[in-house]
């Protein structure tokens, strides 16, 4: 279970009820996903499930305000104890919550969390090559670039280059 609290936001690991509420309130963003979004409760439900089932390898946490309201997810997807790294991912709900520090802050929270709890050394992140703003937090956080699979995402009107990104544990540095 993760439960991280910061200045604006706190992370943990969804119920089924928040689980449900975040997916009743995303919107998706038409830069990262041409598709609207319709939320199903069975899918959401059945997805749910599926998280839980991979939550050893992959644990996902909500992002709330501190009211309780989901404004996100960020998740540790393909942690890898014997290579010591995990990818990051991140979705905030809506375009109400962009802009404002709520996503940078997770990520800071996120990196705490992998290389204080989970002990890893490596977080590898990517980004669409339009995503200017998750770059900038990229960057802004420490992040190193690596480099550019161009045209990697078919978004059915044009084709988006992957940004792939790497962060060292600071402590390892010089121990790999």
Not at 46 to 66: C, D, H, M, N, Q
Not at 80 to 102: P, Q, T
Not at 118 to 135: P, V, W
């Amino acid at each position: 279970m993760i439960n991280i609290q910061g200045d604006n936001i706190y992370l943990k690991t969804f119920s089924r009820e928040e689980y449900h509420r975040y997916w009743k309130s995303y919107v998706a963003d038409p830069v990262m996903d041409p598709n609207p979004y319709v939320y199903d409760e069975e899918k959401v439900d059945e997805k749910y499930v599926l998280i839980t089932e991979k939550e050893s390898w992959y644990p996902r946490a909500g992002i709330f305000l501190p009211n309780g309201t989901p404004i996100g997810e960020i998740s540790f997807k393909r942690v890898d104890y014997k290579k010591s790294r995990c990818e990051l991912g991140i979705a905030l709900v809506n375009d109400n919550y962009k802009g404002l520090g709520y996503g940078t802050e997770a990520v800071k929270l996120a990196i705490e969390y992998v290389f204080s709890t989970l002990k890893l050394k490596n977080i590898y992140a990517d980004t669409m090559g339009s995503n200017i703003r998750m770059q900038k937090i990229f960057e802004r956080l420490g992040f190193e670039f690596i480099n550019c699979d161009e045209h990697f995402y078919n978004m059915h009107d044009r084709c988006e280059d992957k940004m792939n990104y790497i962060l060292i544990n600071p402590n390892e540095i010089g121990c790999q």
